[in-house]
């Protein structure tokens, strides 16, 4: 699957430190053969994944669209399909189905949302359908849908 990890307040706190298990998250995701994107809507955040040094296991770097979510794949250049969405807004995760995770704000060692993510995950490409309550299923591309 392509991933698609929202940046601030879902893998950054407010003190752009990074939420505990995400390198360790990703490397998994990849491990098991998914592609790790990052985008956001406030621009593309190359600095941020270099600085944490995850570009090693990054696959791209997108502008978010932040509303017409479909349309926007296309006015912001994201070239690659979204599978499945982290991001601490639900809109977006509704529309191309994914996990609304909890606001990162700040610095918590003990954040596991990382982990839940990944279990989520897991879950969903075993074939079963996740049991997470943040787990939204989509609707876009959803030829029965609206």
């Known amino acids: 699957m392509n991933i698609f990890f929202d940046v601030d307040y879902t893998i950054l706190a407010v003190d752009n ?5 995400t390198r360790d998250i990703f490397e998994k995701l990849v491990s098991d ?3 790790v994107y990052i985008w956001s809507g406030v621009g593309i955040r190359t600095a941020e994944v270099r600085r944490h040094k995850l570009e090693d296991i ?6 978010k669209p932040i509303e017409d979510f479909e349309a926007g794949l296309v006015t912001w250049g994201v070239t690659v399909r979204p599978d499945f969405v982290i991001d601490d807004h639900p809109e977006i995760v509704t529309c191309f189905g994914g996990f609304i995770c909890r606001p990162y704000y700040f610095r918590n060692p003990d ?4 982990q839940q993510i990944y ?3 897991r879950q969903l490409t075993s074939g079963g359908r996740p049991e997470h309550t943040a787990f939204r299923p989509g609707v876009a591309g959803d030829s029965d849908s609206p």
């Open 119 to 121: 279990d989520t995950v």
């Open 33 to 35: 053969g998914h592609k």
């Open 17 to 21: 430190s990074l939420r505990p298990g």
């Open 58 to 63: 990054v696959s791209g770097v997108y502008q």
């Open 111 to 114: 954040d596991d949302e990382m």
